[in-house]
C-alpha cells in the first residue's frame, strides 16, 4: 500500500473577482521513504498542493478530488483524526522561518508542544527529545535555543529549529515548504545536507523553486499554472528535460547563465489549450488542444503533444 | 552589555523621560491660568470684586504672592508641587494635599473595583467574540459595545439612576453611605452604594477594552504562526488559549494600565451624577468656585498618577512580550 495517493486534486478559491483555480488535476504517489520535489515559479500552486494533502486550507478553497493517506482519505477524516495525522504523520515545515514560531513563547515549548501532542513523549522525557533534536539540526548549545524567544534567533537558525520540530515526531511524511528561500549559499548548502539527514527515516516532498535542492530528491515534478507539466526520476527531468518549461527553468538558473523564460506567467489561465502556450517557444496548432500528462517512458511523463 | 546594567539603564531613561513630561505639564499647569486674560483676584471674588477697593486687592495679590515676579513664582510653585504641597484651598479653608489625598481615596475605591470587572468582562467576552467572528454572539457583543462606546456616560448614568434608583428603587440615588451603619454593615453599606456606579464604569471600561481584544484577536488569528499551529495538528482551544490569547496579553495588560487615567476622568462624571466626594466632585466644585489651588493640586495629582500607570504599562508590556522585554534589556529606548 502507498504511503500517500493523490487522485485528481483540484483547488479553487472563491474570490470576490470569482473562482480562481489553483492546482487542477494532480496525481501523486508517494511510496514509504519516498522524496519528491515540486518544482515551480511563485503562484504555480506548489504550496496549496503542500497544504492541500494536509486539508490545510481555508474554507474559502473548495477542494475537489481525493488525498488518500495510509488507505484513509483525509477529506473523509474527522476533525479529532485530522488532528492526529498533522504533525504526527504528516508533518510540515513551513516556509518563512521567522514568522512560523509563536513570538512570545519559548522555542523549546513550542517544541514540546507537538511532542507532547503527537504522544511520542511527554514532561521531562518531551524536553529531553527536544533538546536532543535542537542538537541533531547543529546547533551547539540547544538548551539556550530551548530558552530562547524566535526574534533572538537569524532565518537560518528559525530554519533549523523548524526542521528539528517537524522532524521531533518522526513523521512519515515530511512536506517542506521552500526550506532554502532567503538563505545564501552556504546556509542553503547546510540547511540541504541537514534536512536530507533528518528526513532519512520518512518520506519527503520538498516544494521549491530552487533546482538545486530539488536535486537531493529522487523524483522531481515541475508545475506550471496549477498543473504537473513534467515528473520523473530527478536525473532524467533534469537532465533530459522533455518540456519546454523545465527546459526554461534550467536555463534560467544561475550557473547556466539565467536565461530567462519569455513572456509572463498568466496566473489566471482562462483560455483552453496548453497553459504554457504563450511563452513556449515551441508553439505549433495543436497547442490550443489541452495537453494530458503522459508516459513518455518508464516513470517520466510530461504534458506536451510534442514531447 | 550586561543585562543588570542594560535593565537600570533603560529604566534611567525611562524615569528621565517621565521627569521631563512632569516637569512640562507643572508649567503648563503653572502658565494657563496666569495667561488667562482678566485678574486672577477679580476672578476669585467674582462680582464682589468691583466693590473691594484697590488696596484690598493688592493685599489679596500679596497673600497668594502674586505681586511678585513671574520666576519667583515658578520657582516657589515648583517647589511646592515638590513637596507635594499646593497651598490651601481658597473656599475650604483646607491644606489642597489633606483634601486631595480623601477624595482620591474614593475615587480609587470607584475605579479600582471597575477596572477589574471591566477588564476581565472585556477579556471573556472579546474572546468569545473574537473566536466566533461574524457569529450572531459576536454581532451582538460587538453592537452593544460601539453603542456604549459611543453613549456618553452622564446621559447613560442619568438613565440608570432613573430606572434602577428613583422609579424601582432598588438602589440608593447617590451618596457613598447612608451615614448609620458602622463596621461590616458600613462597607456592605458602601458596596450597595457603588454598586451602580461601579457598574456603569465597568460596562464603560468592558466596552472600549472589548473592542481592543477582539479586533487583537482578529489580527492575531492571521498570522502566519497560527497556521503553523494548525499545521502542528494542536486544538483550536490549545491555539486559541495558549497561542492567542498570550499574545493578546501584551496590549490587554497595557491598555488596562494606561486606561487608569481615562477611568480617572470617566469616574468624575459618573461621581458627579451619584454625588460622590471623590477627585471629580472635587475638580468639578473647583472649577465652579474658581479654587484654583485645589484645581492645580488636583491636576498634578492625575498626572502623576497617568505618568505612573504608563510607566506601569510600559514595566508589563517588557514582562509579557519578550521582544519588548529584550530591548529593555540592552537599555535601547522604543
Given at each position: ?15 470576490l ?8 488535476g ?13 518544482v ?13 494533502t494536509?486539508r490545510?486550507?481555508?474554507?474559502i ?6 488525498v488518500?493517506y ?69 546547533f ?7 530558552d530562547?524567544?524566535?526574534h533572538?534567533?537569524s ?17 512519515d511524511?515530511?512536506i517542506a ?31 521549491t523553486?530552487d ?7 529522487k ?35 544561475p ?17 483552453e489549450?496548453?497553459?504554457f ?5 515551441l ?16 516513470g517520466?511523463?510530461?504534458r506536451?503533444?510534442?514531447? | ?10 529604566f534611567a ?15 503648563i ?8 486674560p ?24 500679596a497673600?497668594?504672592?502674586?505681586d511678585?515676579?513671574?520666576?519667583d ?12 504641597d499646593?497651598?490651601?484651598?481658597i ?9 486631595i ?9 470607584l475605579?479600582?473595583?471597575?477596572i ?14 473574537g ?34 434608583s ?5 438602589f440608593?440615588l ?6 448609620r451603619?458602622?463596621g ?12 451602580l456606579?461601579?457598574?456603569?464604569l ?7 477594552i ?31 488559549l ?42 468639578y ?21 497617568v ?16 521582544r519588548?522585554?529584550?530591548?529593555m534589556?540592552t537599555?535601547?529606548?522604543?
Amino acid at each position: 500500500m502507498s504511503l500517500l495517493k493523490v487522485r485528481d486534486l483540484s483547488v479553487t478559491f472563491d474570490t470576490l473577482q470569482g473562482p480562481f483555480k489553483a492546482i487542477e488535476g494532480i496525481d501523486l504517489d508517494m511510496e514509504e521513504l519516498d522524496t519528491l520535489a515540486i518544482v515551480g515559479e511563485s503562484g504555480c500552486g506548489k504550496s496549496v498542493l503542500g497544504h492541500a494533502t494536509m486539508r490545510l486550507l481555508d474554507d474559502i478553497a473548495v477542494v475537489r478530488g481525493s488525498v488518500i493517506y495510509r488507505g484513509r482519505e483525509v477529506y473523509a477524516m474527522s476533525q479529532k483524526e485530522l488532528l492526529e495525522m498533522r504533525g504526527k504523520a504528516i508533518s510540515l515545515v513551513p516556509q518563512s522561518p521567522s514568522a512560523s514560531f509563536n513570538p512570545v513563547i519559548r522555542i523549546g515549548k513550542q517544541i514540546t508542544e507537538l511532542i507532547e501532542k503527537a504522544g511520542v513523549a511527554h514532561g521531562r522525557e518531551a524536553e529531553e527529545r527536544a533538546l536532543s533534536y535542537l542538537d541533531y539540526v547543529g546547533f551547539s548549545d540547544p538548551h539556550a535555543i530551548f530558552d530562547s524567544y524566535p526574534h533572538r534567533m537569524s532565518g537560518g537558525m528559525c530554519e533549523r529549529a523548524l526542521i528539528a520540530m517537524s522532524t521531533s515526531t518522526e513523521p512519515d511524511l515530511i512536506i517542506a515548504d521552500e526550506p532554502t528561500k532567503g538563505l545564501d549559499a552556504l546556509s542553503r548548502k547546510n540547511i540541504l545536507d541537514m534536512l536530507q539527514r533528518m528526513t532519512a527515516g520518512s518520506s519527503l516532498i520538498m516544494i521549491t523553486h530552487d533546482l538545486k535542492a530539488a536535486a537531493m530528491c529522487k523524483r522531481v515534478a515541475v508545475m506550471y499554472s496549477g498543473e504537473i507539466v513534467e515528473i520523473g526520476p530527478t536525473r532524467v527531468v533534469l537532465e533530459h528535460p522533455a518540456h519546454q518549461y523545465t527546459r526554461g527553468l534550467i536555463d534560467a538558473q544561475p550557473s547556466k547563465g539565467m536565461k530567462p523564460i519569455p513572456g509572463r506567467h498568466n496566473i489566471s489561465h482562462k483560455s483552453e489549450g496548453c497553459r504554457f502556450r504563450n511563452r513556449c517557444e515551441l508553439v505549433q496548432s495543436e497547442c490550443v488542444r489541452h495537453p494530458l500528462l503522459r508516459e513518455i517512458e518508464e516513470g517520466h511523463m510530461v504534458r506536451c503533444h510534442y514531447a | 552589555m550586561s543585562l543588570a546594567k542594560g535593565r537600570a539603564r533603560f529604566f534611567a531613561g525611562k524615569a528621565l523621560r517621565y521627569g521631563i513630561t512632569l516637569v512640562i505639564i507643572l508649567s503648563i499647569n503653572f502658565a494657563i491660568p496666569r495667561a488667562m486674560p482678566g485678574d486672577p483676584m477679580i476672578n476669585l471674588l467674582g462680582e464682589d470684586a468691583v466693590r473691594v477697593d484697590r488696596q484690598m486687592l493688592d493685599e489679596l495679590r500679596a497673600q497668594y504672592g502674586l505681586d511678585r515676579p513671574i520666576q519667583d513664582q515658578y520657582i516657589e510653585y515648583m517647589l511646592g508641587a515638590g513637596r507635594l504641597d499646593f497651598g490651601y484651598s481658597i473656599h475650604k479653608n483646607l491644606k489642597v494635599t489633606e483634601l486631595i489625598y480623601d477624595r482620591f481615596f474614593w475615587t480609587l475605591v470607584l475605579i479600582f473595583p471597575s477596572i477589574a470587572i471591566g477588564g476581565l468582562l472585556a477579556l471573556v467576552l472579546g474572546a468569545i467574540a473574537g473566536f466566533r467572528q461574524g457569529s450572531k454572539v459576536d454581532r451582538l457583543l460587538t453592537g452593544v459595545s460601539i453603542f456604549m462606546y459611543s453613549c456618553p456616560s452622564f446621559l447613560f448614568a442619568m438613565v440608570i439612576v432613573t430606572i434602577f434608583s428613583f422609579h424601582l428603587g432598588w438602589f440608593p440615588l447617590g451618596n457613598i453611605s447612608s451615614g448609620r451603619t458602622q463596621g461590616f454593615a458600613y462597607l456592605l453599606d458602601i458596596g450597595y452604594h457603588l454598586f451602580l456606579p461601579v457598574a456603569i464604569l465597568s460596562a464603560f471600561e468592558a466596552a472600549y477594552i472589548f473592542l481592543i481584544v477582539r479586533n487583537s484577536i482578529t489580527q492575531i488569528m492571521g498570522e502566519y504562526f497560527i497556521f503553523v499551529a494548525k499545521a502542528k495538528g494542536l486544538s483550536a482551544r490549545v491555539i486559541e488559549l495558549r497561542h492567542v490569547m498570550r499574545n493578546v496579553l501584551p496590549q490587554f495588560i497595557s491598555i488596562m494600565a494606561l486606561n487608569f487615567g481615562f477611568m480617572v476622568s470617566g469616574a468624575l462624571i459618573i461621581e458627579i451624577v451619584f454625588s460622590l466626594n471623590g477627585m471629580g466632585t472635587l475638580i468639578y466644585d473647583s472649577v465652579m468656585s474658581r479654587d484654583y489651588p485645589v484645581l492645580q493640586g488636583a491636576f498634578v495629582f492625575l498626572t502623576i498618577f497617568v505618568l505612573a500607570a504608563n510607566f506601569l504599562a510600559d514595566v508589563l508590556y517588557g514582562i509579557t512580550d519578550p521582544r519588548i522585554g529584550d530591548s529593555m534589556n540592552t537599555g535601547k529606548m522604543i
